[in-house]
Structures are given as structure tokens and as C-alpha cells.
């Protein structure tokens, strides 16, 4: 056994002596194979230095550090997958601003390297936490819908034809935003009606570049032209009620307002799944479909089990249970304490860092 700097660390080094947090609490156990989230959760408490290595081995280590190899290879899948539909995009918006043609057998091949990543994948939001940065949202946006919208789809049951069309109209839901001009777009503060009502065109840009493509007449263009439109005939830009939407446009719909709440964008920052997903849950029998919402909520639920979380009160624990109604307010372990905030409403969450891809589909 020795002591080794976690900027020298290797993935798959086995964890020597217990770690414990600053304020004594135990952080990771003797034994445990160290992933790059556990590196990354070391140094955020500001440990920098570890003992790794066994007299023996844990049972299963060389099993393990395979499984972690592959978790890797998986990612680094994912990873691809991700720009590769953001190349898509941003060559799509262009050629549209252009006037230009464009083919959709290339969004067609980049969702053939999307699907399989996504439908292999537990936790996709994970993986998109990890790709995610401030830059470039449209295009990031595009492709995270795209997957969630798969996964929605795969939650619901559909069909790979179907995933893939779904795939295909999250990835092009916001070309139409081409045609927008980048002061409305990039607008950090709240748009005026005069803004906001050429934001609105988007979607129906969107519809027309589809019509280009030759995919008028599609499920895909549907779902494109009817991603803004709402349950109760709120939405834009035809106020279509919930019987005249396609699925496809519901799925998207959870998606977009799902991934606009979790990322960071010039007027807003980020929100934790978990106060995202109770959001939506409030837009279920107005806005958003029922059955779509609370299938991708009970999604979220089941992936924050685990997880860390932080509280607005500076304390940071585990979340043991999650009501699928009031998914905002867990029950949270802190140290030998249980903290259940449907009891103390004095108390919110600060973050959630979901669980990693040890679940299993």
C-alpha cells in the first residue's frame, strides 16, 4: 500500500485505507476500484492525496477493472456520438441560413450512432452532464433532446423505427433558429413581444427546412413544426390542442423543456434534475402530456436514488428515496442523519450529481 496524489492517480487503482471527508464522514470504503467521478468528488472536498493498493486484491478486482475498461469505451462511444450530431447540426443550420441544400441521410447516419449509445445507456443524463458545456447551447441543446427524446421513446415502449424518427425530429427541432436573428437568440435578458413573437417562427422555419429535405409530409417534420405546441392549445404556432399533436412532438416537448431547465444559458442558470423533473410534473393536464411527463419523472426518480445531493443549508448527503409527486424534496442521508424535505420546507436543493452507470438498463 502507498500514498499517491489524485493528480497521479490511475482509473482502476484500488483505494487502500478508507477516505473520510473533512467533516469525518466516510467518503469511500477500503477497496474500492477509484473512478474518475471519485477523483473528481476527492478533490472538490479538497483531498489530494490517497493510499491505494491491497495486500490482496478485493474478489472480483480484475473483473471489476474490465467492467471499468468497458464502462470507459462506452463512454468514449457516447462521447462520438454526441459530436457527431452536433457536427450535423451546425452544418444543417448553415446550409439552411444559406439557402443551400440539404440531405437528411447525414442527420440519418449521425442518429444511426446516436440510437444504439442511447438505448444501451441507463443514464443518459449522466453522460450528457458530462459532455455538456456553455458553449455552442443551441447545437448541444439539439443533440440532447435528440437523446432524451429516444429515451423517452424507449421508456414508452416504441419501436427502433419509431426511436429513430424521434431521434431524427429532436436532433432538427430548433433548425428553423438559423433564421432567427442572433440579438433575439443570444438575448440575455427577457425578450419583448416584438422578439418573441419572431422567435415563435422557428418552429414553423423548422417545418419548411424539413419540407426541403423532402420530409414534408413525415412524422419527423410533425414533430418539428409541433414541439411548442401545448396540451391545453397554449403552444405556438398553430395552438393546436392535445388530440391533433403527434406523440413524437409530446416526446420532444418533455425533452426541450426538460434540457432548457438543466443546462446553462444566457438568461438562466442551470437547475438539479430533480427540481426540473417536479417543474414538469406541474405542467401535467395542462401543458404537457401526462403519460409522456411522468414516464421520463419516474426516469429521473430512479437514477437521483444514490446520488449526492446538496442542501441549501450547506449540507451535503445521499438521496435514499424519492417521491415520483414531489420529486424536489427527497429523503437525504447526512452522515447518520436523515433529512426528509417534505418535512423540512425550509430547505430546497442546491445540486444533484446523478448516480454513475453502475445500475444496469
Do not use: W
Amino acid at each position: 500500500m502507498k500514498t499517491i496524489s489524485l493528480r497521479d492517480l490511475v482509473i482502476g487503482e484500488v483505494l487502500g485505507q478508507d477516505a473520510y471527508g473533512p467533516q469525518g464522514q466516510l467518503l469511500l470504503t477500503r477497496g474500492t476500484l477509484l473512478r474518475a467521478s471519485h477523483i473528481q468528488r476527492l478533490r472538490a472536498l479538497g483531498i489530494e492525496e490517497v493510499a491505494v493498493g491491497l495486500d490482496a486484491a478485493p474478489p472480483g478486482a480484475a473483473a471489476s477493472r474490465g467492467a471499468l475498461a468497458a464502462q470507459d469505451a462506452k463512454s468514449q462511444a457516447f462521447s462520438r456520438a454526441f459530436d457527431a450530431g452536433q457536427a450535423v447540426v451546425r452544418e444543417f443550420m448553415e446550409r439552411v441560413a444559406a439557402g443551400r441544400p440539404v440531405d437528411s441521410a447525414e442527420a440519418r447516419e449521425s442518429i444511426d450512432l446516436i440510437y444504439p449509445q442511447v438505448v444501451a445507456s441507463h443514464n443518459v443524463l449522466r453522460q450528457l452532464g458530462q459532455l455538456r458545456s456553455k458553449d455552442e447551447y443551441t447545437l448541444q441543446h439539439s443533440v440532447a433532446v435528440s437523446i432524451m427524446g429516444v429515451k423517452i421513446g424507449q421508456l414508452l415502449g416504441l419501436a427502433e423505427p419509431e426511436l429513430k424518427e424521434v431521434g431524427l425530429a429532436g436532433l432538427l427541432h430548433d433548425v428553423g433558429k438559423c433564421r432567427i436573428p442572433s440579438a433575439i437568440l443570444n438575448k440575455p435578458g427577457r425578450l419583448t413581444a416584438e422578439e418573441f413573437a419572431e422567435m415563435k417562427k422557428h418552429a414553423v422555419y423548422g417545418y419548411q427546412a424539413m419540407k426541403a429535405m423532402g420530409l414534408g409530409a413525415s412524422a419527423v417534420a410533425l414533430a418539428v413544426l409541433q414541439h411548442h405546441e401545448r396540451e391545453d392549445g397554449s403552444g405556438y404556432p398553430l395552438k393546436l390542442p392535445s388530440p391533433r399533436l403527434h406523440l413524437y412532438a409530446k416526446i420532444l416537448a418533455v425533452a426541450d423543456c426538460f434540457d432548457a431547465m438543466t443546462s446553462d444559458r444566457v438568461y438562466s442558470p442551470r437547475k438539479p434534475a430533480l427540481l426540473a423533473a417536479q417543474e414538469i410534473l406541474r405542467e401535467v393536464g395542462s401543458t404537457l402530456d401526462a403519460a409522456v411527463t411522468r414516464r421520463f419523472v419516474q426516469y429521473v426518480v430512479d437514477l437521483a436514488v444514490g446520488s449526492q445531493a446538496r442542501l441549501s443549508n450547506g449540507e451535503a448527503g445521499t438521496i435514499v428515496l424519492v417521491d415520483p409527486e414531489e420529486p424536489a424534496r427527497p429523503l437525504v442521508q447526512v452522515q447518520r442523519r436523515f433529512i426528509d424535505l417534505r418535512q423540512r420546507r425550509d430547505l430546497v436543493l442546491e445540486d444533484v450529481r446523478l448516480q454513475t452507470e453502475s445500475r444496469g438498463r
